[in-house]
Nanobody
Framework: QVHLVESGGGLVQPGGSLRLSCAASGTIADYPYMGWYRQTPGKQREMVAI???????HYADSVRGRFTLYRGNAQNSVDLQMNNMKPEDTAVYYC?????????WGQGTQVTVSS
């Protein structure tokens, strides 16, 4: 079983920055995908940024150029640096790890962008 622990959410003003961190523990298969999704009430969970097994990062169009994904060398951690944040970035952010054994989620962390 894989356990994901997230940290770093909170309240930030428009134009500000936040950094989310996620650390995975447990039995992880080689070359997992790892990244972040977000969800707002009444909407489906959407991909924000994800690193593939080759460490190539893919971003949603809405965050490209503002958010940057950093992957730890041990392949079991991932940080999301969020800059120039907008009110529409407000959501619960979930860390995700996907490998050949399963698809795993963190508990979620609230990010609110408001003045």
């Amino acid at each position: 079983q894989v356990h994901l622990v997230e940290s770093g959410g909170g309240l930030v003003q428009p134009g500000g920055s936040l950094r989310l961190s996620c650390a995975a523990s447990g039995t992880i298969a080689d070359y997992p995908y790892m990244g972040w999704y977000r969800q707002t009430p009444g909407k489906q969970r959407e991909m924000v940024a994800i690193a593939t097994s080759g460490n190539t990062a893919h971003y949603a169009d809405s965050v490209r150029g503002r958010f940057t994904l950093y992957r730890g060398n041990a392949q079991n951690s991932v940080d999301l640096q969020m800059n120039n944040m907008k009110p529409e970035d407000t959501a619960v952010y979930y860390c995700n790890l996907s490998d050949r054994m399963g698809n795993y989620w963190g508990q979620g962390t609230q990010v609110t962008v408001s003045s």
